[in-house]
């Protein structure tokens, strides 16, 4: 089936500029999560949907960054007024939530560029 | 805070060596070890451990984890180029909400001809 899905899978955009970067998580998978990579660092954590809890945003950098995830499926992660440092590979993942066991399954992320 | 290091940063082999990969680990509320690969972008998931002791294996990937000294290796035998790439070891803690995998920084492998 359908795996996970992003885009758009490359953004160049201008500093101060406001950009969305868009997730489809695989249906029927009630968790999703977003993460960025930068170049040769780790993956960092920024939020966590949960079916219809309050969303876990305690990895936001700053706020500017927010997301949303509407009617429990596609969600969107926007960065206002974009910084240089904003650059990095943005990963959404999504799994099933079940007790003991979460494993998450990746979209190809979207390399964002600001200059 | 949850945290996961992992050991080696790099590391440079030739075609058919064998090679381990360590991660350590400390998290509230263990609740499982992921090892994802990741060549392009996005990771692809390799083996989830949830039991110490229990080897995980496919192919000439194996994997195991000692919940006890909060570790897990990960072994590939007779190394191949195409095994080139970052691994990564994620651990999920059970977050008051929900939970969240932490990841370590990786190991980049590169296997050389």
């Known amino acids: 089936g359908a795996g996970v899905s992003q885009s758009p899978s490359n953004k160049v955009t201008e500093k101060g500029k406001d950009v969305e970067l868009r997730c489809d998580p695989i249906?029927?998978?009630?968790?999703l999560y977003w993460y960025r990579q930068s170049l040769g660092q780790g993956l960092e954590f920024l939020i966590y949907?949960?079916?219809?809890?309050?969303?876990?945003k305690s990895g936001l950098p700053s706020d500017r960054f927010s997301a949303e995830r509407t009617g429990g499926s596609v969600s969107t992660l926007t960065i206002q007024r974009t910084q240089q440092e904003d650059s990095a590979v943005y990963l959404c993942?999504?799994?099933?939530?079940?007790?003991?066991?979460?494993?998450?399954?990746f979209g190809p992320g979207t390399r964002l560029t600001v200059l | 805070e949850d945290k996961v290091v992992q050991s080696p940063l790099s590391l440079v082999v030739h075609e058919g060596d064998t090679v381990t990969l360590n991660c350590s680990y400390e998290?509230?509320?263990?609740?499982?070890l992921l090892w994802y690969k990741q060549e392009k972008k996005a990771p692809t998931f390799l083996f989830m451990l949830?039991?110490?002791?229990i080897e995980k294996k496919s192919g000439r990937l194996s994997s195991i984890l000692d919940k006890k000294e909060l570790f897990s290796i990960l072994n590939i035998t007779a190394t191949q180029t195409g095994d080139s790439a970052v691994y990564l070891c994620?651990?999920?803690?059970?977050?008051?909400?929900?939970?969240?995998?932490?990841f370590g920084e990786g190991t980049q492998l590169t296997v050389n001809p």
């Open positions: 949830t039991s110490s002791g």
């Open positions: 994620a651990v999920e803690g059970r977050e008051t909400s929900g939970s969240r995998l932490t």
């Open positions: 249906s029927g998978h009630t968790a």
């Open positions: 998290v509230t509320n263990f609740r499982s």
């Open positions: 949907f949960q079916g219809n809890s309050a969303p876990d």
């Open positions: 993942a999504s799994s099933f939530q079940r007790v003991g066991a979460n494993t998450q399954y």
